[in-house]
């Protein structure tokens, strides 16, 4: 393994296993870091960004917390302009994300019982004056359609607005709406012809654009990076992704993308702003024998 400090305080760790797989670790922010991958050369990105408000990581840098929904459009959209300039031209991303309810009913008084990282002052969500965006109180925001759209006006192919129906979600405690049960997961293209295999679709028949996976799993080992299930990423490289083709996810939390990819035969490049779970990341490397020292 090797390990090598790059500018903008990014870490960067490489490996060549035996078997010919190569994993490459980024510690630092996405943007910045994504500057070191070669362009077109990223067969399928699977990712989930941090959600608008919804959690904070606590790290210098991150993205999900901007005072203003346009400014976190924008931050992560930013993201997404790089991830475009390395994937390869036949390539596909994936990206899950969820909705935000706008508040605007000033400083929370509970905690929540789920997270204590949940709940982080008075969030911009919560503040009065509509968001700068002239909603009102207790609407949905509509984050996930507001990035895809912006994404759109930059050159991205938006294929198939996919559902990801989280199967035994725990329920929300409302009273006065339906409870969330999905979220999406977009699928992006970079040009009108690219790589896609339809036979796990045809094979599961029913699972088209509705794919009906369970929900979260629990957070593992003590951190916290709401994961999603291995199953979505195994979904979206079974149809998005050819054997042993590279993968990024540059928000990779936890590292599930990483550890689907490398055991589905896949290479696999991941990056994150937190230094704990990059720790996590590189002992659960360890402890699946991905890393010949
Ligand atoms: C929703 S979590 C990803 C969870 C992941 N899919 C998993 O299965 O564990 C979003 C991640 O983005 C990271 N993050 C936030 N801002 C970032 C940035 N600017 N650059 C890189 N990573 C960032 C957070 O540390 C967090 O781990």
């Given at each position: 393994m090797k390990k090598c400090a790059l500018e903008n305080k990014i870490t960067r760790w490489t490996v060549c296993s035996d078997s010919g797989k190569h994993w490459t670790l980024y510690c630092g922010n996405a943007k910045h870091a994504m500057s070191d991958i070669e362009t077109d050369s990223v067969n399928c990105i699977v990712t989930s960004p941090p959600?608008?408000?919804?959690?904070?990581?606590?790290?210098?840098?991150?993205?999900?917390?901007?005072?203003t929904v346009n400014e976190y459009i924008s931050s992560l959209c930013s993201v997404m302009d790089e991830a475009y300039r390395v994937l390869r031209k036949d390539g596909l991303l994936f990206l899950n994300l969820g909705d935000t309810y706008y508040?605007?009913?000033?400083?929370?008084?509970?905690?929540d019982p789920k997270s204590s990282?949940?709940?982080?002052?008075?969030r911009p969500v919560d503040k009065s004056g509509g968001l700068e965006i002239g909603i009102q109180r207790k609407?949905?925001?509509g984050v996930p359609w507001r990035v895809a759209i912006e994404m759109m006006s930059k050159?991205?192919?938006?294929r198939t607005p996919i559902i990801w129906h989280r199967e035994s979600a725990l329920p929300e405690s409302v009273k006065d709406r339906p409870r969330r049960s999905y979220e999406y997961v977009f699928m992006f293209a970079k040009d009108r012809k690219y790589y896609f295999n339809r036979q796990p679709l045809l094979e599961k028949k029913i699972d088209e654009d509705v794919w009906t996976i369970l929900a979260r799993p629990k957070a593992n080992?003590?951190?916290?990076?709401a994961p999603y299930p291995d199953e979505l990423v195994e979904r979206c490289l079974e149809v998005g992704c050819p054997d042993m083709g590279v993968v990024l996810d540059p928000f990779v939390g936890s590292g599930t993308t990483m550890r689907v990819a490398l055991q589905t035969g896949r290479n696999a490049i991941g990056i994150d702003i937190s230094p704990v779970f990059c720790e996590y990341i590189l002992k659960g490397l360890e402890e699946q024998k991905c890393i010949c020292l």
């Open positions: 959600y608008y408000c919804l959690r904070d990581y606590k790290v210098d840098g991150q993205i999900g917390l901007e005072e508040s605007g009913k000033g400083k929370s008084h509970g905690t990282k949940r709940r982080f002052g008075l609407s949905v925001i050159k991205w192919i938006l080992g003590g951190i916290e990076t």
